[in-house]
């Protein structure tokens, strides 16, 4: 009986480590034997106040996060998903006062970029969007200083949600 338990023991051990399974979280759902391409065009800079590398590290970003997350290859028009838009927005605020002397004691630093989405295998999924991103930062400091890492916190985020909302399932 001794003998038939060690057996039973190994045999499942045997069995549970030649499976194995993979998860993947990038969430895609994508069907590649339909989908095979994306089209993605420079994003311009329309926003009223403008900082010259936005528009560079914006449209770097959101090509790479495709390049990276799918198998999709990039072609410059006519893919099966394209995606285009424009950055309307680059703004700061004063969003906190102080009540020692009046003035602003922290400031908020706004991006907001609209996105048109195109499914050229099922129109159902095509979309218009607005996508915003903040970050509030101390008054004390100068914009220059901070805006460089302000600005990749929220281009990751909002090309994150544009990832999301066109290929994820989230």
């Keep these: ?92 605020s004063p969003q906190a006062i102080s009540s020692t002397d009046g003035m602003a004691s922290e400031t908020r630093l706004t991006i907001r970029i609209n996105v048109r989405y195109v499914n050229n295998t099922d129109h159902e999924e095509d979309f218009e969007r607005s996508y915003t991103a903040y970050r509030n930062f101390d008054s004390s400091k100068m914009l220059t200083d901070v805006q460089d890492q302000l600005i990749e916190e929220m281009i990751k985020e909002i090309t994150e949600n544009i990832y999301n909302d066109t290929v994820a399932n989230w």
């Design 1 to 92: 009986m001794k003998r038939i338990t060690t057996l039973i023991i190994f045999a499942m051990v045997l069995i549970c480590t030649g499976c194995t399974i993979s998860y993947k979280f990038n969430g895609t759902i994508i069907d590649y034997s339909k989908v095979h391409s994306i089209s993605v065009h420079d994003f311009p800079n329309r926003a009223a106040m403008v900082y010259a590398p936005l528009a560079i590290k914006f449209n770097e970003e959101i090509k790479d996060i495709y390049t990276r997350q799918t198998r999709l290859n990039m072609v410059r028009q006519d893919g099966d998903l394209d995606l285009e838009g424009e950055i309307t927005g680059y703004d700061i």
